[in-house]
Nanobody
Framework: QVQLVESGGGLVQAGGSLRLSCAAS????????MEWYRQAPGKQRELVAT???????NYADSVKGRFTISRDNAKNTVYLQMNSLKPEDTAVYYC????????WGQGTQVTVSS
């Protein structure tokens, strides 16, 4: 059974930082591209950052220079370090494992107050 469990969300003031974690089980973690998405109220889910099995990373333009995705294959965990947070970063953040198919976590709420 595949499980992706996000943690680390919360309420932070604009300019602050949060680090999200996503612990995976039931998959061969190191083979998967890991992804972070977010969905704000009334908006479509959008891709925020990806990290491949070869540690290549990619970011949405809106978060470049502020967010950093990383992975620890020994811990089956992917992280999203979020700095210089803005109110428009407020959303539910989801991690996903993508290889043959995409598996989703349940999401964690991030709220950035102005």
């Amino acid at each position: 059974q595949v499980q992706l469990v996000e943690s680390g969300g919360g309420l932070v003031q604009a300019g602050g930082s949060l680090r999200l974690s996503c612990a995976a089980s039931g998959i061969i973690f190191s083979y998967n591209t890991m992804e972070w998405y977010r969905q704000a109220p009334g908006k479509q889910r959008e891709l925020v950052a990806t990290i491949t099995s070869g540690y290549s990373t990619n970011y949405a333009d809106s978060v470049k220079g502020r967010f950093t995705i990383s992975r620890d294959n020994a811990k089956n965990t992917v992280y999203l370090q979020m700095n210089s947070l803005k109110p428009e970063d407020t959303a539910v953040y989801y991690c996903a494992a993508n290889r043959i198919r995409r598996y989703w976590g349940q999401g964690t709420q991030v709220t950035v107050s102005s």
